[in-house]
């Protein structure tokens, strides 16, 4: 088993695996920025290494710094967590080059499934339906035009390369399509580097279902089951699923066959999610392969009892799955809600700032993945992501039940939420029932008004308890935190205790 492992994340993500290798007793190195100095995947870690300003592209998009900070600390590993470098082939390859194992496929898997259109072309070899689209990738407006025509509008642009979102663009009429087209591809260049398009036909009211995978070294692959992601803004996931409502038994082997035949076809190794649609006739269409953890994989955990993580670092190890398909367990529903740092009431205006007060839910079946404490600032720079807030039931029904109860004791000061917009999707009848559909939302979200979290005097009493915290004797973990870091400054590291490396 590995020694040490680089974290080259921040946030949730790089916390939640920080607790798996404590777990597995192996050491951690963080990375950070500057804004990130008191973050808390930095105070969780064994070493901890600023690599550079709060610009993800000179600090955690910095590939040669990055690598230089794992030599230094004698890391054998690296785990990319997810976003910033995770699904970046020239990343692993250079960890592979310096002699380090990225914990995630191979530079050569990752190569060749970079390109969303190439992964397509090898889905379609490996008899997995694709959404009619074009032939080939567009460089002009006037290639985009003449494809669309021949698809039929309305249309989708999307990018070649990159995800999240980014680089696509619904096209509805003709006239549209060519200020659509500079857009996506500026979008897409500023985002991932490059600005290759293509085009696909634009569904109507399709859903949207991942299946989750591991495979191991050896030819081993397992599925842990499916998850629905179709409550969704502009192509962002907000709230997700498992197992998916409305999704018989039939169809869901179908739907996990062919998840697994896109595995065999291309080789998979490590943990991974094939993402689908379904349209609104019942048919599945490949969309992508996501080659790394999932933001959502927490659901998937609380229904099998399988540490996905975990499963990710043996299989790097060279471990092999150590359970069979007919070992896994599915017990139960489990749902997820993304709380972020944005105002519903606003156009989901950014909210940055501090969060002067913090305080999760509890309970039974109630799990939170966050890096958040009080007085911790949301910087400008990165995802707006404050915690995930997810639910475990026996049923469905137990699961809603719980995250109601759970958004509602959940108290965060200082900037606005999407908890308000949670709280609304869990009372709409058409989710109660389990039909809805990736359009849901931007078809009902103007007609919603979101309450405030917590009334003028409730937020007035908390400011007050929250200010006295602050100025009392009582010091917040913040403060705590900032004088344990000015303590042990430039010293050698002991056990969760970071050291601090300037100048790298």
């Known amino acids: 088993m590995f020694r040490k492992i680089l974290v080259a994340n921040r946030g949730e993500i790089a916390v939640r695996i920080i607790r798996t290798c404590r777990k597995l007793g192996i050491k951690t190195v963080a990375v950070y920025s500057e804004p990130d100095m008191e973050s808390q995947h930095v105070v969780y870690a064994d070493e901890a290494y600023n690599i550079g300003p709060g610009q ?54 990752l190569a060749s499934a970079a390109n969303k259109f190439a992964s397509r072309e090898t889905a379609a070899r490996a008899g997995v339906p694709t959404i009619p689209g074009s032939k080939r990738q567009l460089e002009t407006a006037d290639e985009a035009e003449s494809e669309a025509r021949r698809l039929g509008f309305p249309v989708l642009i999307k990018a070649s390369f990159g995800g999240g979102g980014r680089g696509m663009r619904v096209v509805k009429i003709a006239s549209e399509l060519r200020r659509s087209f ?4 500026s979008e897409a260049k500023g985002a991932f580097g490059r600005s290759e398009l293509y085009l696909e036909k634009h569904l109507n009211n399709p859903r949207h279902i991942e299946v989750q995978i591991i495979a191991g070294q050896r030819g081993q692959l397992v599925h842990l089951g499916e998850r629905e992601c179709s409550l969704q803004r502009r192509h962002q996931k907000i709230l997700e699923e498992t197992p998916a409502p409305r999704l018989d038994s039939t169809l869901r082997k179908k739907l996990v066959s062919l998840a697994l035949k896109i595995a065999k076809a291309t080789k998979y190794q490590s943990a991974g999610t094939v993402e689908f649609v379904q349209s609104a006739g019942g048919e599945f269409y490949y969309l992508e392969t996501n080659k790394r953890i999932q933001v959502e994989h927490l659901i998937t955990e609380m229904v ?25 367990e599915f017990s139960g529903a489990a749902m997820n809600c993304r709380i972020n740092a944005e105002d519903p009431s606003r156009g989901f205006a950014p909210s940055p700032g501090r969060v002067e007060e913090f305080v999760p839910p509890g309970g039974p079946g109630i799990r939170v993945d966050t890096a958040m404490v009080d007085g911790a600032v949301m910087p400008e720079y990165y995802d707006s992501l404050i915690a995930k807030i997810a639910s475990y039931g026996r049923t469905r ?25 949670h709280q609304t999707i869990l009372e709409d009848k058409g989710f109660v029932r389990g039909d809805y559909h990736t359009q849901l939302l931007d078809n009902k ?43 042990t400054l430039q010293t050698e590291p002991s056990p969760r205790q970071p050291l601090f490396v300037e100048g790298l």
């Not at 500079?182 to 591809?185: E, I, N, S, Y």
């Open 56 to 109: 993800p592209s000179e600090s955690y998009l910095n590939i040669p710094k990055i690598v230089k900070v794992a030599k230094t600390s004698k890391a054998e590993a690296v785990h990319p967590g997810y976003g910033f470098l995770a699904e970046n082939p020239q990343f692993a390859r250079e960890c592979e080059e310096a002699g380090l194992v990225f914990i995630g496929p191979r530079s050569k898997i």
């Open 182 to 185: 500079d857009l996506a591809g």
């Open 304 to 328: 099998t009892g399988v540490d996905i993580v975990e499963q990710q670092i043996r299989i790097a190890d060279g471990e092999g799955l150590g359970f069979s398909q007919e070992e896994i």
């Open 445 to 487: 979200i103007d007609t919603w008004n979101f309450k405030p979290q917590l009334s003028k005097e409730e937020v007035a009493m908390l400011h007050l308890t929250a200010n006295y915290r602050f100025s009392g004797p009582s010091r917040s973990q913040l403060e705590r935190t900032q004088t344990r870091w000015r303590n």
């Open 397 to 421: 029904e137990e699961a809603i039940q719980r995250l109601k109860g759970a958004l509602s004791e959940t108290i965060i000061i200082g900037v606005e939420t999407t908890i308000p917009l």
